[in-house]
């Protein structure tokens, strides 16, 4: 797919972080770019800054997507695509001073993590193939969907975390099978410890730790090198039903 003002995308948690990389890289190709996020004041300012649009939404609630992209698409047409990157990552033990892990945290963040990236993708999937193919594979768009290296190696404290990741890895494959007919390509990518601000919020001892942990190169990812990969996939037709590992061979041990 050849990326430009003919491809508009939405990104969820675009407002800071990693959506916020991927709504930046997409500008400066001239995309149209909707960003979908919960933090209303930071949304509408990043948005205004960059050039794009912006939708208060919580992603968890399948009516408030539902009503977040008809907004959307009134002010730059059917998205062509779909970054979700959209995330919280609160930490609990399974069991942690005499009690379990508390239910209703665990189901918000499979709510938000899981739940809502199914939302916004199929959504975003029905919009895209009613739309018309835009190259010769038939291709009509693609959706991109942000895993971690913890839906493989989860920490301790990362039990809701690491099991809403992995649902995002388990639903990448069926989602590329069941979207071929349509020509919507379905891909996720897995970063590792990135400089986001929940990262860099840390003391600098526990960062240094941190990029300690990778192979090659031994620092924290770049927000931008997300933003490059995601960029890639939308641009990259044979990419499609698979998982990338952004993490400089990073394999997080359990201790």
Do not use: W
Not at 136 to 158: F, H, K, L
Request: proline share 4%; net charge negative.
């Amino acid at each position: 797919m050849k990326i430009g003002e003919t491809t508009p995308a939405i990104i969820t948690g675009g407002a800071s972080g990693l959506g916020a990389a991927v709504a930046t890289a997409l500008r400066g190709r001239n995309v149209p770019v909707g960003i979908l996020d919960m933090n209303a004041d930071a949304g509408a300012a990043f948005a205004a800054e960059i050039g794009a649009s912006f939708a208060e939404c919580d992603i968890a609630d399948a009516a408030a997507v539902t009503t977040a992209l008809v907004r959307l698409r009134e002010q730059q047409g059917q998205e062509r695509i779909c970054v979700n990157c959209a995330g919280i990552a609160p930490a609990a033990k399974t069991v942690s001073r005499g009690a379990a892990h508390d239910p209703k945290l665990y189901a918000k963040v499979v709510g938000v993590n899981l739940i809502g990236t199914f939302n916004v993708s199929t959504q975003s999937a029905l919009g895209m193939s009613a739309a018309e193919p835009l190259n010769p594979d038939g291709e009509r768009g693609v959706i991109i969907n942000t895993a971690s290296i913890a839906a493989y190696e989860g920490q301790m404290g990362q039990l809701a975390y690491a099991s809403s990741k992995a649902g995002v890895v388990g639903l990448t494959l069926p989602m590329a099978r069941d979207l071929a007919k349509s020509g919507i390509r379905v891909m996720a990518i897995a970063p590792g410890i990135f400089a986001t601000p929940m990262v860099t919020a840390f003391p600098q001892e526990v960062q240094d730790a941190l990029a300690r942990t990778s192979e090659f190169p031994q620092r924290l990812g770049r927000v931008e090198e997300f933003a490059d990969l995601a960029l890639h996939i939308a641009e990259n037709g044979m990419l499609n039903g698979d998982v990338i590992r952004l993490d400089a061979a990073t394999r997080m041990q359990a201790k």
